[in-house]
């Protein structure tokens, strides 16, 4: 069991760079924490909730959404139980309710189910 627990969206200017974290609680925080993959989805107003970034447990293996682009960097530190998600040149495209969420699989994490789900974050990017 893994509460995962978002924090670090905001409001931010086109080109502008933000950080997220994504801190995990529960019996499965310690050692527990570095069985589950971790992974990022947004959901923007009126749209459905999209896959953005993923990193495996074990390698580590990391996944990316193709509208990335070389811009967002997932990375964990296991000894936080926290997976961080950097984006750097933001676009108003961008803007959406950000939420991490765990996974003992440790492969194509872009297409398998999450089991445990944070409230997300808000982010916001003007143009």
């Known amino acids: ?19 997220l974290s994504c801190a995990a609680s529960g019996a499965a925080s310690g ?10 989805f947004r959901q923007a107003p009126g749209k459905e909730r999209e896959f953005v970034a993923a990193i495996s447990w ?12 070389g811009r967002f960097t ?9 997976v ?7 676009k108003p495209e961008d803007t959406a309710v950000y939420y991490c969420a765990a996974t003992k699989s440790q492969t194509r994490l872009a297409y398998v189910s999450y089991d445990y789900w944070g409230q997300g974050t808000q982010v916001t990017v003007s143009s």
């Open 1 to 19: 069991q893994v509460q995962p627990v978002e924090s670090g969206g905001g409001l931010v200017q086109a080109g502008g760079s933000l950080r």
């Open 84 to 90: 961080y998600l950097q984006m750097n040149n933001l």
């Open 58 to 69: 074990s390698g580590p293996l990391i996944y990316y959404a193709d509208f990335v682009k």
């Open 31 to 40: 050692r527990a924490f570095s069985s589950y993959s971790m992974g990022w």
């Open 74 to 82: 997932i990375s964990r530190a296991n000894a936080k139980n926290t």
